[in-house]
């Protein structure tokens, strides 16, 4: 009886209406939640964030000014390029590309360590004198300027032995030092070098024996990494220590960085801590862990 009345009253046509109208609701509502889940909105603070990214660098304000200071010709280019990327990013997360790929996985931590490096950067305050004198006082020897060269050289690819004796005689005497010894690599004639550069290239050892050679003379061999050279020094201005003062903005620099590299670290740690890291016996008993 009761399932008669049901059908009875499903014929009315007041009742139909009020299913239809039901039956419509929830399908814009399920409609309006799929076009949220798809819409891709292009505003200010997408396209800010956006080129934060793009510039690997997280100062909202300043990319706020550059992003009001482009013509609407630009402002369409760099939109569409946001619309562009969303949809691919959204479409390969879809489709799990996300999820067993390394590539994309190191990108996420790359992202992450940018945002904690921003963050850090802005949690610093300002560097104090009294930092600088102690950084100055700590790292001497690296902040010390060293030795720099005007140079010119003859390259014997084998041991000198008898022909070194010749060639440096002859060097001597005023013979056209270009035309003597083996063809060299690099440079056989060097202008204001750094001792680290002439280090780089030709070894410690030779940029050490520099500092014993007399000036205005040819002297050798001296040896490399590459063989044996005659070198007459032009020049050779040794290496000094700045004052404070004009070492002072590079200390800053370094302070500063190492501030974000240490506040990075400690919210990296922070992050760490909010898992549970669990090792099995094998690698427990190995690494101490």
Do not use: C
């Not at 690997?56 to 619309?83: H, K, Q, T």
């Amino acid at each position: 009886m009761a399932t008669s009345r049901a059908r009875r009253a499903l014929r009315e046509p007041l009742v139909q209406l009020l299913l239809a109208g039901v039956l419509l609701f929830g399908a814009d509502h399920l409609v309006d939640r799929a076009d949220a889940a798809d819409a891709i909105v292009v505003d200010e603070d997408a396209l800010v964030r956006f080129l934060q990214y793009r510039h690997r660098a997280f100062d909202a304000p300043r990319f706020r000014e550059r992003l009001d200071a482009l013509s609407g010709e630009e402002l369409a280019a760099l939109a569409d390029e946001y619309v562009e990327e969303e949809a691919l990013v959204r479409k390969g997360r879809a489709l799990g590309l996300d999820r067993n790929d390394y590539v994309a996985r190191r990108r996420l931590v790359t992202q992450m360590e940018y945002l904690l490096e921003a963050e850090s950067g802005q949690d610093a305050g300002p560097i104090t004198d009294a930092e600088v004198a102690r950084y100055y006082a700590r790292h001497r020897d690296t902040l010390a300027t060293g030795s720099r060269y005007d140079l010119r050289h003859v390259y014997l690819r084998q041991a000198p032995g008898s022909v070194g004796v010749d060639v440096l005689a002859r060097l001597r005497a005023g013979a056209n030092w270009r035309a003597l010894g083996d063809r060299f690599a690099y440079e056989r004639e060097w202008r204001d070098a750094a001792e680290d550069r002439l280090a780089d290239t030709f070894g410690a050892e030779f940029a050490e024996a520099l500092e014993t050679l007399p000036v205005g003379i040819w002297s050798g061999p001296v040896t490399s990494k590459w063989g044996a050279h005659f070198v007459i020094l032009d020049e050779r201005t040794s290496g000094s220590m700045p004052t404070v003062e004009l070492a002072a903005p590079g200390i800053r620099d370094a302070i500063a960085r190492e501030r974000v590299r240490v506040a990075k670290d400690r919210k990296i740690a922070g992050v760490l801590a909010e898992y549970d890291i669990v090792y099995d016996d094998t690698v427990r008993r190995k690494s101490g862990r």
